[in-house]
């Protein structure tokens, strides 16, 4: 079993910035391509930004693009999103996902090509 356990969400004033990380246990490597989604209540999980595991090339959702990074810790094997310039509309519930084999520029945008999923860390930003 693969195991992701997000962590550093918070309550968070606009323009203010939080660091997520998402760390991987059990059966898995530091190999693995690694992204981040959000949902918000009656919305679809969205993309919010990945990472492939072969060049660590990074992807970003227009909406984040400029404010967000995306990093990796192979040794750790883990992965971060530096969250900046915090706006009320990034409030949602952000989770970290992971595959094997992802690496493809269109496929690393879609939720239903990963198959691990931590359970989430909450994100709010107050106006």
């Known amino acids: 079993q693969v195991q992701l356990v997000e962590s550093g969400g918070g309550l968070v004033q606009a323009g203010g910035s939080l660091r997520l990380s998402c760390v991987a246990s059990?059966?898995?490597?530091?190999?693995?391509?690694m992204g981040w989604f959000r949902q918000v209540p009656g919305n679809e999980r969205e993309f919010v930004a990945a990472?492939?595991?072969?060049?660590?090339?990074?992807y970003y959702a227009d909406s984040v693009k400029g404010r967000f990074t995306i990093s990796r810790d192979n040794a750790k094997n883990a992965v971060y999103l530096q969250m900046n310039n915090l706006k009320p509309e990034d409030t949602a519930v952000y989770y970290c996902?992971?595959?094997?084999?992802?690496?493809?520029?269109?496929?690393?945008?879609?939720?239903?090509?990963?198959?691990?999923w931590g359970q989430g860390t909450r994100v709010t930003v107050s106006s």
């Open positions: 996902a992971a595959d094997p084999v992802l690496q493809s520029s269109y496929l690393i945008r879609l939720r239903s090509q990963y198959n691990y």
């Open positions: 059990g059966r898995t490597s530091s190999s693995y391509t």
């Open positions: 990472i492939t595991w072969s060049d660590s090339r990074t």
